[in-house]
């Protein structure tokens, strides 16, 4: 078994998320939509077959949550968000001074990405787990899968997607870090990765995380 980030221990997956989100399972349009917003010339509605193109893509994926435990190989499918930004680039027009980009729920769960972080080439916008379209406890029907960075950043029911020039603290508001980088342990905007260890361990049981989106 691969080496695991600092201060992970391997579990089963989880639905884990902020008390208000983690037991939310909304219900999913028949035709679903995401929403293009934010600093940007045009916004726009799109389909998620619009949204997504063409044929996607299988990854192998670890999540790791930020209360410390992971979620080993998973098997996402989707298409990388870096080609739907080229596509949204052409076609809503972010400023140029656009450096990060929130992506919100149907739950109404909202994350925070660095740009540059949401275009790397692992980060996806995912529409199947196991090879199977998601489920209401995967994220259905679209999530964000971002392995590099901790669970409160892939959010689940993606259904807007927005290009802002500031940081946006999201739901998770205080307690997000900005990045969120797992080999970073950037787990918080306060204290150090390390310190947050015993304190996830001891007091979140396992199902309801205070600072987690999966």
């Not at 209360?67 to 680039?89: C, N």
């Not at 656009?98 to 925070?112: I, P, T």
């Amino acid at each position: 078994m691969p080496a695991l980030p600092p201060g992970q221990w391997p579990a089963a997956r989880q639905r884990f998320g902020l008390p208000e989100f983690h037991r939310v399972r909304p219900e999913v349009p028949a035709r679903p939509v995401v929403t293009v917003t934010g600093v940007v010339r045009r916004p726009v509605q799109l389909e998620l077959a619009e949204l997504l193109g063409g044929p996607g893509r299988e990854q192998i994926s670890d999540l790791h949550c930020v209360t410390t435990w992971s979620a080993l190989s998973l098997r996402w499918g989707g298409v990388p968000f870096r080609e739907v930004h080229e596509v949204l680039r052409r076609r809503v027009e972010p400023h140029p001074k656009c450096r990060w980009v929130v992506f919100a729920g149907l739950d109404g769960f909202r994350s925070c990405l660095a740009l540059d972080d949401a275009l790397a080439a692992d980060v996806l916008l995912a529409d199947s787990l196991a090879g199977q379209p998601l489920d209401a406890d995967a994220g259905a029907p679209l999530r964000l899968v971002a392995p590099a960075h901790y669970g409160y950043k892939s959010v689940r029911h993606v259904c807007a997607i927005e290009y802002v020039t500031s940081y946006d603290g999201g739901s998770a508001g205080w307690k997000a870090h900005r990045r969120g980088r797992v080999e970073l342990e950037e787990r918080s905007a306060l204290l150090r990765g390390r310190i947050w260890r015993p304190l996830f361990r001891r007091f979140v049981p396992v199902g309801t995380s205070a600072a987690t989106g999966d």
